[in-house]
C-alpha cells in the first residue's frame, strides 16, 4: 500500500543527514523499552517481520513522524496487539489515563485472534526448483502497480527501467506473508537504476541498486 512509510525519492523532506557516528543507540531510555515492547507486542501476537513493516505503514502521520523513530515501533506494536485482538480498541488509552489518576472504564479483554501461521522454515531464505526468470544484465521494468496490502515495491521506481546486476537467492515473499497468504517465495534481483531516469534531468546523477523480487518485474519488450 502506498502509506506515509514509502517516502523514498518523495520531495519536500528536505536533505538527508548521515547519523554522527558517535550517536547512541537509545538516546532515551523509553526507547529501548519502546523497541523491546515492539518486538515483544509482534511475537505474542503471532506477526511476522512483514506483518510488522505492514504495521508501521498503516501509522497516520502524526503516529509515524511525529512521536519519532521509537514512537513508530511503539505505535505498530500496539497495532499488532489490536489486530490479533490481543488488545481491546481503547485500551492502551483507558489504562494510561487510569495511571494518571483518572477513573474511567476499561474496555474487557477480548478472545485472542491469533493467526495460525507457522513458519516453514527458519528465517526468509528459501529454495526453489525452477530458474530465475531474468538474467544479470538484462533491462527489466518495475512494474507500475499499487497494492491495496503490504509491497516491498518502492514508488520511485514503478514503472522505471533498470539493469538487473546480481540475482539474489529466493525470498519469502513480503506482499503475502504480511497477510498470512502464504510465503510464496520469489528470486530476489539487485536492480540497477540511474538516478535522472526516477528523477530526471535535475537530479544529481547517481547509480541506485533496488533489490526487487521476481514478481515486481517484467521485460522490457
Do not use: C
Not at 505492514?54 to 514512537?71: F, K, V
Not at 540511474?194 to 544529481?204: F, K, P, V
Amino acid at each position: 500500500m502506498d502509506g506515509i512509510a514509502d517516502m523514498g525519492g518523495a520531495p519536500g523532506w528536505g536533505s538527508m543527514h548521515p547519523p554522527r557516528r558517535d550517536e547512541p543507540v537509545f538516546a532515551e531510555p523509553w526507547e529501548s523499552r519502546a523497541f523491546a515492547l515492539a518486538i515483544l507486542s509482534n511475537r505474542v501476537s503471532g506477526g511476522n517481520l512483514d506483518s510488522f513493516r505492514h504495521a508501521l505503514e498503516r501509522l497516520d502521520r502524526a503516529h509515524y513522524i511525529d512521536d519519532g523513530y521509537y514512537g513508530r515501533w511503539l505505535n505498530a506494536g500496539e497495532l499488532r496487539l489490536l489486530d490479533s485482538a490481543i488488545l481491546a480498541p481503547g485500551a492502551v488509552d483507558a489504562r494510561a489515563r487510569n495511571l494518571r489518576g483518572e477513573h474511567v472504564a476499561e474496555p474487557p479483554v477480548p478472545e485472542p485472534a491469533k493467526p495460525d501461521y507457522p513458519p516453514t522454515a527458519e528465517g526468509t531464505l528459501r529454495s526453489l526448483d525452477t530458474a530465475p526468470v531474468f538474467a544479470v544484465g538484462e533491462r527489466v521494468r518495475a512494474k507500475d502497480m499499487a497494492p491495496s496490502g503490504h509491497t516491498r515495491l518502492p514508488r520511485y521506481v514503478r514503472g522505471h527501467v533498470g539493469v538487473v546486476d546480481i540475482i539474489q537467492p529466493a525470498g519469502v515473499l513480503p506482499d503475502t506473508n504480511a497477510h498470512f497468504l502464504g510465503e510464496n517465495p520469489q528470486y530476489v534481483y539487485s536492480v540497477r537504476f540511474d538516478s535522472h531516469d526516477l528523477w530526471g534531468t535535475d537530479a544529481e546523477p547517481f547509480e541506485l541498486t533496488v533489490e526487487l523480487f521476481e514478481s515486481y518485474l517484467e521485460t522490457t519488450s
